[in-house]
Structure formats: C-alpha cells, structure tokens
C-alpha cells in the first residue's frame, strides 16, 4: 500500500509524499477520534487520578504523584503518554488540566481525615500551555481556598519546556503560586534543554532524577554519572533530588549510596486508586518497604 501511494504521490507531480503516506493518515485518524473522545470522557466525567507513592530513605511516604488515567468504551485503556501530547496540541489540555486540579485538590482535602496521609504532599503534572493560559493561576489559588488546603501540601510537577521562552514572565507566575505556598518540582530532569545557568534561577525546591537514567543505573556508567551529578548538583543549590523509576532494591540502595535521599517507583507501588491506598496503609504508621505493595 505504501508503494502504491508514492507511485500516486510521484504521479501527481508534487513533493508531498508524505500526504499520501497511509501510515501518517492513520495517526491523523487516531488522533482526531482520541481528540474526538476525550473532550466526551470530560464532560462525561470518566477521568480519573491514580497516585504513586513518594518515599524517603526510611520508606516513610512523603507525597504522592497524581497521574491521570483513562477507559474508553471503544478505544479501551489509553495512557497519558498519548493522550497528553494530544490534548496539548488540542488546547483540550486546558479544561483536561484544570480539572487535575480541582480533583486533586478534593482528594487532598478528603485525606485530612486519615492521619497516614493527612501531611503528606501531593505532586500534580502541568503542562506548558495549562501554564500559560491566563486563567491558571486564579484557578489553583481558588481551588486551595475553595477546599481549604494548606498550599505546602500542593507541588506542581513542571518540565524544562515550560523555560524554553518568556522565562522571566514564567518565574513571575511561579512566584505568585510560591507566595501561596505551593511548591514546584522540575520533572524529567537531564532529558530537556536545562542550562545551568538558568536552574540557579528557577524558584523550584525539587529536582525529579527522569527515569531513563535510573533503568540502566546498575550496567551503564554513562547514566550512574549523570545520576552522581544531579545529585550533587541537586545538594549544591539545597534542592530535594527525588530518582523516578525506581524498580529494584539493588537500585535503590545504588541511590542510597550515591546520596540520593528520596525515591518513586515500582519498588515501593505502582499508581493506584486513592482508594486502595487507604485500606493498604490504613494500619502501618505510612511505612512502606520496598516491593511490599508491588
Ligand atoms: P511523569 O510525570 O514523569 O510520571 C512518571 C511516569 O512514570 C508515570 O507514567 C508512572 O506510572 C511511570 N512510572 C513510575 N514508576 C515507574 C517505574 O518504576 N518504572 C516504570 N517503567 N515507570 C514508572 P504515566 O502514568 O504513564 O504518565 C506518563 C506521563 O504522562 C507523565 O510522566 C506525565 O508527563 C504525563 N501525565 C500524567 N498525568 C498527567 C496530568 O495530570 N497532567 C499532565 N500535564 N501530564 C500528565
Ligand atoms: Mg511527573
Ligand atoms: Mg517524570
Ligand atoms: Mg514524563
């Protein structure tokens, strides 16, 4: 078929082969019918959050990372690595996002009641375009207040992307949410554009180590010193370094022994419901050991 289509692509006379590429027809048809159901699983309200938990090195839980999720009746389970590019590309991401929030900031709320997740923090993932868009700001403040949370208890998860332009306007607005309360994590470090110049300039308090460096940590000595050097370059500015992506033991006491103080991965639970959270923590004093909840 792809053969046929350059043969009518070349016969045409144009360049464009690429417009008859049946490969590129089907990823526009898939992400126009992704787009297509996820503005319905919106308004439908079949959006969920699962949370993943975030240790120290005694494997106390100290946060939690909301990751969103969704099941569509004819497209089944699609993972946020698709559909987030889409609805960011879609400005969908903007009513997607907001809605993060406010649902975020409900679940923390209803967590007052249960004494092992009452002061932990909770991490939410922002994109650039939710970012920028003039109403974001009043819509977190708003949601803190509307829910009463205290703010220290919201991190907003941010990539290296969000500095690629206008970063003086955009540490203005992280101050504002700063002078809040809220605190910012910069995401998926080492994998973006990060000059160092600029990360002493960033009002952010935590480094997140991106997983792709933690995988191979254990045979690849590229990535163990890259790992070595957000680490010291996490301790030199006094930022937290959590790793992400942590799976094993071997590779958490790795971390543990290069100083790397605060851990997320499978090691220590994969993202679930808050609900199964609850009855799993409901008796231990929000101790988890590694591998325990796998
Ligand atoms: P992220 O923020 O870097 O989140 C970490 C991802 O790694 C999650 O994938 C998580 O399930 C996965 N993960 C955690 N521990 C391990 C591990 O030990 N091994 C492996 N192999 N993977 C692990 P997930 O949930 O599929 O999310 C993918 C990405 O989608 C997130 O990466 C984030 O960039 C984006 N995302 C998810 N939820 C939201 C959201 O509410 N808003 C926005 N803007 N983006 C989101
Ligand atoms: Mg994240
Ligand atoms: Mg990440
Ligand atoms: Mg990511």
Not at 125 to 136: A, E, G, T, V, Y
Not at 156 to 173: M, Q, Y
């Amino acid at each position: 078929a792809a053969d046929l289509a350059l043969a009518a692509a070349k016969e045409s006379g144009r360049n464009s082969v690429s417009f008859f590429d049946p490969q590129m027809q089907l990823q526009v048809s898939r992400r126009s019918a992704l787009e297509t159901a996820m503005r319905r699983a919106l308004q439908d309200g079949l959006f969920t959050l699962h949370f993943q938990p975030q240790v120290d090195s005694q494997g106390c839980l100290i946060g939690m990372e909301a990751l969103l999720r969704w099941h569509d009746e004819q497209l089944g389970t699609v993972g946020p690595d698709e559909f987030i590019p889409v609805a960011e590309s879609s400005a969908l991401i903007v009513p997607l996002g907001a809605w993060v929030i406010t649902e975020a900031c409900r679940i923390l709320s209803s967590w007052r009641d249960h004494p092992q997740l009452a002061q932990i923090s909770l991490s939410v993932n922002i994109s650039p375009r939710q970012f920028h868009h003039p109403d974001f700001v009043p819509h977190v403040t708003h949601q803190l207040k509307a829910f009463a949370i205290n703010a220290h208890q919201l991190e907003l998860e941010v990539t290296e992307s969000l500095f690629i332009d206008d970063i003086d306007n955009t540490i203005s607005l992280m101050n504002e949410l700063i002078n809040s309360g809220v605190m910012f994590a910069l995401d998926d470090f080492g994998t973006g554009y990060a000059s160092l110049s600029y990360l002493k300039k960033l009002p952010i308090s935590r480094l997140k180590i991106d997983q792709s460096f933690v995988r191979d940590l254990l045979d690849d000595p590229n990535d163990e010193a890259i790992v070595r050097t957000i680490i010291a370059l996490g301790n030199s500015l006094e930022l937290q370094v959590i790793a992400e992506g942590v799976e094993t033991p071997a590779q958490l006491s790795r971390l543990q022994e290069m100083g790397c103080r605060f851990y997320q991965g499978y090691c220590f639970g994969k993202p679930m419901p808050d609900s199964h959270w609850l009855l799993m923590l409901r008796d231990s004093q929000t101790v988890l050991s590694p591998m325990s909840t796998v």
